[in-house]
């Protein structure tokens, strides 16, 4: 169960507020990083997503013995992380928000498993949102009970290349 991830981006703020409104929740400061905010789903798991200001970096130990952050003002436009995330809200109401804020969004499909939106968080970092119908096809495709025949086709599709 993955209950928070963080990521850097342009504008901790403004993303988080966009995040929450899309996951109904709520947004926090996030002091360990300053300039650094919270995206709360207020949900039944803890969910949310740290945003953290560009360029920042989690380093072993730097913080009393604990992970601490520094900003490094190195950085590529692009981000290789990305997480899929269940949220309660449609299609059409997350192609709205993405058209407000100027992100791309597309509707997709993983090799015929399941389907997610593309939220392209400022045109840089995408999570790919599911709907709750979304959610339903990716939880079956990905049951236990699927598990075995999705690795042997994933590994034949790895020996054909």
Do not use: C
């Amino acid at each position: 169960m993955l209950h928070h991830i963080s990521v850097s981006v342009n504008d901790p703020l403004h993303v988080a507020t966009v995040m929450a409104e899309i996951f109904q929740g709520r947004v926090a400061p996030f002091p360990p990083n300053p300039g650094s905010y919270v995206a709360l789903a207020g949900d039944d798991f803890g969910t949310l997503i740290e945003f953290y200001p560009a360029g920042s970096e989690l380093i072993p130990g730097a913080h009393q013995g604990q992970s601490g952050f520094r900003v490094t003002p190195q950085q590529s436009q692009y981000i290789s992380f990305h997480a899929a995330i269940s949220v309660p809200v449609s299609l059409e109401e997350i192609e709205r928000i993405g058209d407000r804020e100027g992100w791309r969004v597309l509707a997709a499909n993983r090799d015929g498993l399941f389907d997610v939106v593309e939220f392209w968080v400022e045109n840089r970092l995408m999570l790919e949102l599911l709907t709750p119908a979304m959610a339903a096809k990716y939880q079956a495709a990905l049951s236990p009970e699927h598990l075995p025949a999705l690795i042997d086709q994933m590994t034949l599709v790895e020996a054909r290349s």
